[in-house]
């Protein structure tokens, strides 16, 4: 097993809350290490918005690996990568990806159990989707590589029917078919989030939205980790729009000095 892995995992299963900020260069990488953040991760829409794309693997994944690579390189604790919905129409397309990922050095993974078509995104039917979870783990047991492997389930991002059901019946399937920890973007109460904890025993990741209870109150429901997602990308593209704004009306280069 690899160190980043071995030492990715274990912080999921320290009893602490895991706050992992969302890189999208190689400097904002670094830029979070050095404030001490023990894991980093990608947020694929904040790295396709500063290459120019649109989220939803309209980033060659090709562009991806580069910026990947280049924040390996100036990395030393754990990162996780956003994978989306593994850029590739098979399970063995998907895992080819992830087995160069992993061969990187990458620790960690996201996939979703939604997709993308004609109209809009939908969820996949959870059974199909867990096999697919069940392949990568196998394939990367074959390979002898390690990779935590979190499932981004997508019920209340989508606000499903009946989805704090539904929520409950995938991430029993998930969990049954070698899932390392569960991620669900969106979920916000504590209600919804105590009810989801309760029905798995795997690290919950969650993400930053309005309305989520603070650091103390995620940690006292038993969250494991919690994402910043786009959002820091996002606030620090308009505060660079701000500034460069001010300057033409302080009629100098005094608001970015």
């Known amino acids: 097993m690899s160190s980043n892995f071995q030492q990715f995992k274990a912080l999921h299963q320290s009893g602490q809350l895991l706050i992992i900020p969302n890189a999208w260069d190689a400097k904002s990488a670094a830029g979070f290490q050095q404030a001490n953040f023990?894991?980093?991760?990608?947020?694929?829409?904040?790295?396709?918005?500063?290459?120019?794309?649109?989220?939803?693997?309209?980033?060659?994944?090709?562009?991806?690996?580069?910026?990947?690579?280049?924040?390996?390189?100036?990395?030393?604790?754990?990162?996780?990568?956003?994978?989306?919905?593994?850029?590739?129409?098979?399970?063995?397309?998907?895992f080819n990806n992830i087995r160069q990922l992993a061969q990187l050095g990458v620790a960690g993974i996201n996939i979703e159990d939604s997709t993308i078509g004609p109209n809009g995104r939908v969820l996949k039917d959870a059974r199909v989707f867990a096999q697919t979870i069940a392949y990568i783990k196998q394939q990367l047991q074959e390979a002898h590589l390690s990779l935590f492997v979190n499932v981004r389930c997508d019920t209340f991002l989508l606000n499903v029917t009946d989805k704090q059901s539904e929520t409950i019946d995938r991430l029993k399937i998930y969990e049954s078919n070698g899932a390392d920890g569960i991620f669900l973007p969106c979920i916000s109460t504590p209600a919804d989030i105590a009810v989801a904890i309760s029905n798995t025993s795997l690290p919950l990741n969650v993400m930053c939205i309005p309305g989520l209870p603070d650091f103390n109150a995620l940690r006292q429901l038993g969250v494991s980790r919690a994402s910043m997602g786009p959002f820091l990308f996002s606030k620090a593209y308009e505060q660079a729009a701000t500034l460069s704004r001010e300057t033409l009306t302080a009629n100098s280069f005094s608001p970015i000095l």
């Open 38 to 94: 023990p894991a980093v991760a990608t947020s694929s829409a904040a790295v396709a918005g500063a290459l120019g794309y649109e989220d939803g693997e309209k980033m060659p994944f090709s562009d991806y690996m580069f910026v990947i690579q280049r924040m390996l390189a100036v990395l030393q604790v754990p990162l996780s990568v956003d994978i989306e919905m593994g850029y590739g129409s098979t399970n063995e397309a998907i």
